[in-house]
């Protein structure tokens, strides 16, 4: 009986050790598992990091090519300013879609004379401004009177005209913020500029969000919402026969 007792003990002794053993392994593969995967975790995490690391390089250099470029064709851009091509561009794109916008909305043009002004420099430029087109009302009384529209587009935009879509504004001081001078976004200036042409036809006044953060005064809040409507609209005009006004901006020397 003793013996028996003895047996029993024994092979309950020997199955819990059998128990135990396997519990070790168990958590041992799973200590090591842990360990495979933090060492694996970091080793994704420090080739991210370096990935990163080059990019932001790449970047830094990058910028550093195009702000000096930038600095060659700021100087370059100054010959395009008065060039009668490029205004007979810009007059042929306003006016065009001036005209076509009017007539979708059955306006009347013809008493208020749009004109495209000119290339402006605005040394404000990239100190957190981005004032990039401006569409005003002029009297003219000599040699009769007729009321005019002018709009005028930030030469920036000439930078375009030479391979930038970017104007990088405080790289000097390590920023490298820019102002966007792409293809698509002058068309879309023209068209915020039109749709304030169109309401001054309309309403004899116009608005957009610009007023209120400018804090100007002449904030209207349906005019905005207005404004913002007919810039859409206008840009999607424009977009319909974008290819044939690249090829004109391209094509000019």
């Not at 168990?26 to 994704?44: A, M």
């Not at 470029?69 to 008065?82: F, Y």
């Not at 008493?111 to 401006?134: R, V």
């Not at 391979?163 to 698509?184: E, M, P, R, V, W």
């Amino acid at each position: 009986m003793k013996d028996s007792q003895n047996r029993t003990k024994k092979q309950l002794l020997k199955r819990v050790w059998e128990w135990i053993k396997i519990a070790s392994l168990i958590l041992g593969l799973i200590c090591g598992s842990v360990l495979v995967y933090q060492w694996w975790d970091r080793k994704q995490k420090l080739e991210k990091l370096q990935t990163r690391l080059q990019e932001l390089q790449d970047l830094k250099d990058q910028v550093q090519q195009q702000y000096q470029l930038q600095e060659l064709n700021l100087i370059s851009a100054n010959s395009l300013v008065e060039s009668p091509k490029i205004h007979s561009f810009f007059t042929d794109l306003l006016t065009t879609y001036a005209y076509k916008f009017a007539k979708s909305k059955n306006l009347d043009i013809s008493n208020l004379t749009l004109s495209f002004e000119g290339l402006y420099y605005d040394q404000k430029t990239g100190n957190n401004f981005g004032k990039m087109g401006y569409c005003s009302p002029r009297q003219v009384i000599y040699p009769y009177k007729v009321h005019e529209i002018n709009i005028g587009l930030n030469r920036l935009y000439l930078l375009n005209k030479l391979g930038s879509d970017k104007y990088f504004t405080n790289y000097l001081q390590g920023d490298y913020s820019y102002i966007d001078i792409s293809f698509d976004k002058m068309i879309d200036t023209c068209s915020h500029e039109i749709a304030h042409y169109i309401q001054l036809v309309k309403w004899g006044r116009s608005s957009c969000e610009s007023d209120l953060m400018l804090n100007n005064g002449n904030y209207s809040v349906e005019l905005a919402k207005e404004h913002k409507k007919f810039t859409q609209k206008i840009y999607q005009l424009i977009k319909l026969e974008i290819s044939e006004w690249e090829r004109r901006w391209k094509d000019i020397n």
